[in-house]
Antibody, heavy 123, light 110 residues
Framework: QVQLVESGGGVVQPGRSLRLSCAASGFTFSSFGMHWVRQAPGKGLEWVAVIWYDGSNKYYVDSVKGRFTISRDNSKNTLFLQMNSLRAEDTAVYYC????????????????WGQGTLVTVSS | QSVLTQPPSVSAAPGQKVTISCSGSSSNIGNNYVSWYQQLPGTAPKLLIYENNLRPSGIPDRFSGSKSGTSATLGITGLQTGDEADYYCGSWDSSLSTWVFGGGTKLTVL
């Protein structure tokens, strides 16, 4: 079955870095765009970034531009989110999600989602 | 302040019907598809509706979606206590070049 498993979350001090991973299985990873979505404690969903299936383009929410980098390794079926210069407001559960349509240069919908990994930015 | 506007909460009795609205603009809902997600307490979101009104396999036909102009609506009929959850709409915003979500609507089944 299609599965996404995030890892790499934890407690980090403001200004430090963290790299999240999302291991994909059960589908042809290299055929699908991938997203990161986060949810601060008690808050709603916030989309963070997308990378096209072939890695040719990436888009970010303004609040993370210049600090976060989304990437993928299609040979290892893994999605990454490199987070630098972390701030308290980056504290959230981070979900990876597969785009709904293969071989697409659009963000279509999210299905499925991983279980999430918690990132806490605190001194 | 979310780009897409949803009511913070809705409620209805078991067996009844409820609708959740999602209002946007021409840069998002008006010219792009809408999808809806259900987030049960303590779990990851799950896709309910995609491309405005299509249901993934396994989603019962009690759930429906529609779009008109710059607004979309999620409908749920035959409400069950297990439907109590947060519901989010989402769409691509062509002006921002970002995906945008609504603020979420908490459904209470009284």
């Amino acid at each position: 079955q299609v599965q996404l498993v995030e890892s790499g979350g934890g407690v980090v001090q403001p200004g430090r870095s963290l790299r999240l991973s999302c291991a994909a299985s059960g589908f042809t990873f290299s055929s699908f765009g991938m997203h990161w979505v986060r949810q601060a404690p008690g808050k709603g969903l916030e989309w963070v970034a997308v990378i096209w299936y072939d890695g040719s383009n990436k888009y970010y929410v303004d609040s993370v531009k210049g600090r976060f980098t989304i990437s993928r390794d299609n040979s290892k079926n893994t999605l990454f989110l490199q987070m630098n210069s972390l701030r308290a407001e980056d504290t959230a559960v981070y979900y990876c999600a597969r785009d709904g349509r293969g071989y697409s240069y659009r963000a279509n919908w999210f299905d499925p989602w991983g279980q999430g990994t918690l990132v806490t930015v605190s001194s | 302040q979310s780009v897409l506007t949803q009511p913070p909460s809705v409620s209805a009795a078991p067996g009844q019907k409820v609708t959740i609205s999602c209002s946007g603009s021409s840069s998002n809902i008006g010219n792009n598809y809408v999808s809806w997600y259900q987030q049960l307490p303590g779990t990851a979101p799950k896709l309910l509706i995609y491309e405005n009104n299509l249901r993934p396999s396994g989603i019962p036909d009690r759930f429906s979606g529609s779009k008109s102009g710059t607004s979309a609506t999620l409908g749920i009929t035959g409400l069950q206590t297990g439907d109590e959850a947060d519901y989010y709409c989402g769409s691509w915003d062509s002006s921002l070049s970002t995906w945008v979500f609504g603020g979420g609507t908490k459904l209470t089944v009284l």
